[in-house]
């Protein structure tokens, strides 16, 4: 933080919700990659654990806001310190949408645990999973630095994890129309592609917040978005 302030309660507060986030990040990143381990692996074991752990974002989520809220109410921050802030309520709400993304993973987990999954499109998955946990991951070191061009390198990269997405999708999509047996198990796949899409999306949101809180600015420009699922549906229901 750029300001010396002469109050070192004020400097605990704000250092509070560093580590805080800090913390969350850790089991938002925890979280996704033991859903989807637990989806590879059909561990309903692991995945109930993934379920009991939401709380834990839920949690933090409540604690960061009250104390931002006390904080603004009680020191009237300006400049930066308002925007460290006003951030740290953001990336709160994107780590906890995070950890209900992993959460729901899980949930399919105990869903398809007994059911043939095609293992290519389960390493697919995998693979996605890998993308946005990586973006996660460099997003929140991005905030540890306080780096707008790393921050900005990352919103860039968001039509990298579309992309694998929409061709995840088609997969699934093709492996349904081939054979009715295998379109409940490829729904549940579906919605864990999208879960993982959505992921990558935070990670995203994030990134624009860590460029907020360092230079002020808004990242005004729309980011690209490649999602053209829907109209593949139409095209495949058009074909059957």
């Given at each position: 933080m750029s300001e010396s302030h002469t109050v070192t309660a004020y400097d605990d507060d704000l250092r509070f919700?560093?580590?805080?986030?800090?913390?969350?990040?850790?089991?938002?990143?925890?979280?996704?990659?033991d859903a989807v381990a637990a989806l590879v692996n059909a561990d309903t074991a692991s995945a109930q654990r993934v379920i009991s752990e939401d709380l834990l974002l839920d949690n933090g989520e409540r604690?960061?806001?009250?104390?931002?809220?006390?904080?603004?109410?009680?020191?009237?921050?300006?400049?930066?310190?308002?925007?460290?802030?006003?951030?740290?309520i953001r990336i709160a709400s994107d780590l906890e949408?995070?950890?209900d993304l992993g959460k729901n993973i899980a949930k399919r987990v105990l869903a398809v645990h007994t059911?043939?999954?095609?293992?290519?499109?389960?390493?697919g998955l995998e693979h996605l999973a890998e993308l946005a946990l990586t973006q996660l991951k460099e997003v929140l070191d991005a905030f540890?630095?306080?780096?707008?061009?790393?921050?900005?390198?990352?919103?860039?990269?968001?039509?990298?994890?579309?992309?694998i997405y929409t061709s995840?999708?088609?997969?699934?999509?093709?492996?349904?129309?081939?054979?009715?047996?295998?379109?409940?198990?490829?729904?549940?796949?579906?919605?864990?592609?999208?879960?993982?899409?959505?992921?990558?999306?935070?990670?995203?949101?994030?990134?624009?917040t860590v460029y907020y809180v360092a230079t002020g600015e808004q990242l005004?420009?729309?980011?690209?978005?490649?999602?053209?699922?829907?109209?593949?549906i139409v095209q495949a229901q058009g074909e059957a």
């Amino acid at each position: 933080m750029s300001e010396s302030h002469t109050v070192t309660a004020y400097d605990d507060d704000l250092r509070f919700l560093v580590r805080r986030l800090s913390e969350m990040g850790g089991i938002a990143e925890r979280m996704v990659a033991d859903a989807v381990a637990a989806l590879v692996n059909a561990d309903t074991a692991s995945a109930q654990r993934v379920i009991s752990e939401d709380l834990l974002l839920d949690n933090g989520e409540r604690e960061i806001y009250d104390k931002a809220v006390l904080l603004i109410a009680k020191r009237q921050p300006m400049a930066s310190d308002l925007r460290e802030i006003i951030g740290s309520i953001r990336i709160a709400s994107d780590l906890e949408r995070v950890g209900d993304l992993g959460k729901n993973i899980a949930k399919r987990v105990l869903a398809v645990h007994t059911m043939a999954q095609p293992r290519k499109l389960v390493r697919g998955l995998e693979h996605l999973a890998e993308l946005a946990l990586t973006q996660l991951k460099e997003v929140l070191d991005a905030f540890a630095t306080r780096s707008p061009d790393l921050a900005n390198s990352i919103r860039e990269r968001d039509e990298e994890i579309d992309a694998i997405y929409t061709s995840l999708f088609r997969e699934l999509l093709t492996y349904m129309m081939e054979d009715p047996r295998n379109i409940t198990a490829c729904t549940h796949l579906l919605f864990c592609a999208k879960n993982i899409e959505r992921i990558g999306d935070h990670a995203t949101n994030i990134a624009e917040t860590v460029y907020y809180v360092a230079t002020g600015e808004q990242l005004t420009d729309d980011r690209p978005k490649d999602d053209d699922t829907a109209s593949m549906i139409v095209q495949a229901q058009g074909e059957a």
